[in-house]
């Protein structure tokens, strides 16, 4: 299970919500999981705009190798 938000003053992080997004978004100083619902991507782990970025970066790294 992947945790979110570990650091010195959390060590045990937040675990993971199997419900949403399971890309990580930083706010500042910190991160979480993404609070968007889960349904695109590969298996179905990422909310449409993280799929979408996720695509993108697929397609800048394979024209580069």
Same mark, same amino acid.
């Given at each position: 299970?992947?945790?979110?938000?570990?650091?010195?003053?959390?060590?045990?992080?937040?675990?993971?919500?199997?419900?949403?997004?399971?890309?990580?978004?930083?706010?500042?100083? =910190?991160? %979480? #999981?993404?609070?968007?619902?889960?349904? %695109?991507?590969?298996?179905?782990?990422?909310?449409? #705009?993280?799929?979408?970025?996720?695509?993108?970066?697929?397609?800048? =790294?394979?024209?580069?190798?």
């Amino acid at each position: 299970m992947r945790r979110y938000n570990k650091w010195a003053g959390n060590p045990l992080g937040t675990p993971e919500d199997p419900t949403r997004c399971i890309a990580e978004v930083w706010d500042g100083w =910190f991160s %979480h #999981q993404c609070k968007r619902k889960r349904g %695109h991507g590969p298996n179905a782990e990422y909310c449409k #705009q993280h799929a979408k970025k996720l695509r993108e970066y697929d397609k800048i =790294f394979n024209s580069c190798v």
